[in-house]
């Protein structure tokens, strides 16, 4: 089974950046299709970043494109969520999930989930 783990969640200023990392026990996340997922209290899932197989596809949702940005690292087991100038707004637990096969954009049936980690923007 593919264990998921997300990190670098936490309290941050508003305005300021923070960057999230999602690590699957895998031999390369390269070979995998991943998407970052965020869910607040009382609110539906949400799509907010898309990154394909091989990096051929990135897609955003239109609330955070230009503000955050999705990428893979040196590390072939590590991929990243960097999130800019952010508001209350992004105050919500954030999920990294990865399958082995390329989705459609917003598609939410992938086969390995983290258990999530939080972002609140408060002062």
Same mark, same amino acid.
Not at 49 to 54: F, G
């Given at each position: 089974?593919?264990?998921?783990?997300?990190?670098?969640?936490?309290?941050?200023?508003?305005?300021?950046?923070?960057?999230?990392?999602?690590?699957?026990? &895998?031999?390369?996340?390269?070979?995998?299709?991943?998407?970052?997922?965020?869910?607040?209290?009382?609110?539906?899932?949400?799509?907010?970043?898309?990154?394909?197989?091989?990096?051929?596809?990135?897609?955003?949702?239109?609330?955070?494109?230009?503000?955050?940005? &999705?990428?893979?690292?040196?590390?072939?087991?590590?991929?990243?969520?960097?999130?800019?100038?952010?508001?209350?707004?992004?105050?919500?637990?954030?999920?990294?999930?990865?399958?082995?096969?390329?989705?459609?954009?917003?598609?939410?049936?992938?086969?390995?989930?983290?258990?999530?980690?939080? &972002?609140?923007?408060?002062?």
């Amino acid at each position: 089974q593919v264990q998921v783990t997300e990190s670098g969640g936490g309290l941050v200023q508003p305005g300021r950046s923070l960057t999230l990392s999602c690590t699957a026990s &895998v031999l390369t996340l390269a070979s995998y299709a991943a998407s970052w997922f965020r869910q607040a209290p009382g609110k539906e899932r949400e799509a907010v970043a898309y990154i394909s197989v091989s990096v051929y596809v990135i897609d955003y949702a239109d609330s955070v494109k230009g503000q955050f940005s &999705v990428f893979r690292g040196p590390a072939k087991t590590t991929m990243y969520l960097q999130m800019n100038n952010l508001t209350a707004e992004e105050t919500t637990m954030y999920y990294c999930a990865i399958d082995h096969w390329n989705r459609k954009w917003k598609q939410g049936n992938y086969s390995y989930w983290g258990q999530g980690t939080q &972002v609140t923007v408060s002062s």
